[in-house]
């Protein structure tokens, strides 16, 4: 098996905003990671950049041997704030088949496929919000919204899922069910999750990445072993200082 992304000493700047700094980092096809990190750490900038949302000043990204670029790529993406107006009238199940859009069968303006109607529905089922499906988006709790946004991500139907902070604002309960969920669907599809509720998803995950700016640690999801790290990044002298992270003073 080869890898579905391949970072290369990738370096991401907004204007003079170092976002991300030197990255290189791998993710084998099956593989479950999970990036966590400060606030500002970079963790977003990287999914928008495996997206090819957000171009690397220097290195580059490789998705399943492709620069990430143009429509076609087969990666769901669950985007960290989805806001939209509590008003407007969309009902669940047409959210998440706008996840089909692009895809060969639906025609602009005509109505979607058998097949993609399907999927849909068997996405809500296996998601368990079947029974919302002909609610208004602006109905729904945040963990409801959550499970319809990868409902969504899901009927893309993907190789690869990004998802963004999927389990702020859920419940205890539900972050649970979300996570074994990924991991049910981990068997089909390459999961990278940006998360700060990292004790919750280490017995999910196959990998773990730290990341704040540089990346401190990518290997097994142990905390012992994330605690051990002195924090410096691959092949770079200790930052030192007190923006030097450490198992304690991260904040999460
Ligand atoms: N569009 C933008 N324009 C300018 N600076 C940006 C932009 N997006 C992000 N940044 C900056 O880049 C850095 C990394 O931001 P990013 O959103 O990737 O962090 P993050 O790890 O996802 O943080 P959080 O945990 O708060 O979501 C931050 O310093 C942020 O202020
Ligand atoms: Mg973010």
Redesign the pocket.
């Known amino acids: 098996m080869g890898y579905a992304i391949e970072i290369k000493n990738l370096s991401v700047y ?2 003079s ?1 170092c ?1 991300l700094s030197n990255i290189n980092l791998t993710v084998d096809e099956g593989g479950f990671l999970a990036v966590i ?10 999914l928008k950049t495996v997206l090819g949302y957000v171009r690397p000043q220097e290195g580059q990204v490789v998705v399943f041997g492709k620069k990430p670029e143009g429509f076609d790529m087969p990666v769901g993406y669950v985007p ?1 704030s989805y806001s939209f107006d509590r008003q407007f009238p969309i009902r669940v199940l047409d959210v998440v088949l706008t996840g089909r859009l692009g895809k060969s069968s639906f025609k602009p303006f005509f109505r979607y496929g058998k097949k993609d109607l399907e999927l849909a529905l068997n996405l809500l089922e296996v998601l368990g919000i079947g029974r919302l499906k002909d609610r208004q988006m602006g109905q729904l709790s945040g963990g409801q919204i959550q499970k319809v946004l990868i409902a969504r991500a899901l009927a893309v139907e993907p190789r690869i899922l990004l998802l ?2 999927p389990t702020a604002n859920v419940d205890g309960e539900s972050k649970s069910q979300i996570f074994k969920f990924l991991k049910e669907i981990n068997s089909r599809v390459t999961v990278v999750l ?1 998360t ?1 509720d990292i004790e919750l998803v280490y017995p999910y995950v196959k990998s773990v990445a730290y ?1 704040n700016r540089e990346l401190y640690y990518c290997g097994k999801p142990e905390l012992k072993d994330i605690a051990v790290q002195p924090f410096k990044p691959c092949g770079e002298p200790d930052p030192g200082g007190p923006s030097s992270p450490t198992f304690e003073n991260h904040g999460w």
């Open positions: 907004y204007n905003i976002a990190g400060p606030n500002g750490g970079g963790k977003s900038t990287l960290q963004d902070e940006v700060h990341l």
